[in-house]
């Protein structure tokens, strides 16, 4: 399946100078105008914010969607994720496209909705509150064992469900 056309550019600290500083202003400008200031909806639902513990004024939220690891005090800042900042919002909000490929899995006792956007490489993960979801994480996937499992988990989850 082809890549989508409406996924915005990519925002490389290249751009910056690789000036650290300045670069994560600008991707933070991006993720608060899209998640803080303004209110995104997926399928009728609306999105809130995991903001605590909040770190240098920004929200746990965003930390998240540019870092990882799986120890939550020494995840690490990944570049790739960071130049896909842009990226959550589009694929939250077009998730009805044929090229996203949506389901819900369990992880740690909670529901969470995935978007996998599998021409990019890219996945999106929403965790289902009780009226309302969060934006939980999102990055890129471009490991082939990685690739399968998210693959078998969308087919599995598409035959128990009838769809």
């Not at 995935?114 to 471009?142: K, Q």
Request: net charge positive; glycine share 6%.
């Amino acid at each position: 399946m082809a890549a989508p056309d409406w996924l915005p550019d990519l925002i490389r600290i290249e751009n910056f100078g690789g000036a650290w500083e300045r670069y994560l202003d600008a991707i933070y400008e991006v993720f608060n105008a899209d998640f803080v200031t303004s209110h995104p909806v997926w399928r009728g639902r609306r999105l809130a914010l995991k903001r605590h513990p909040m770190s240098e004024g920004k929200e746990a939220t965003f930390w998240h969607m540019i870092s990882e690891g799986d120890n939550e005090e020494s995840r690490e800042i990944d570049l790739r994720r960071c130049e896909r900042i842009r990226w959550p919002r589009p694929v939250i909000e077009r998730s009805e496209e044929p090229e996203i490929k949506v389901w819900e899995n369990r992880r740690r006792g909670e529901t969470r909705i995935c978007l996998w956007l599998e021409a990019r490489e890219y996945f999106v993960i929403l965790a289902d509150r009780r009226g309302y979801l969060l934006p939980w994480t999102a990055y890129p996937v471009t490991q082939a064992h990685r690739k399968r499992k998210l693959q078998k988990e969308y087919e599995e989850y598409r035959r128990k469900s009838g769809g």
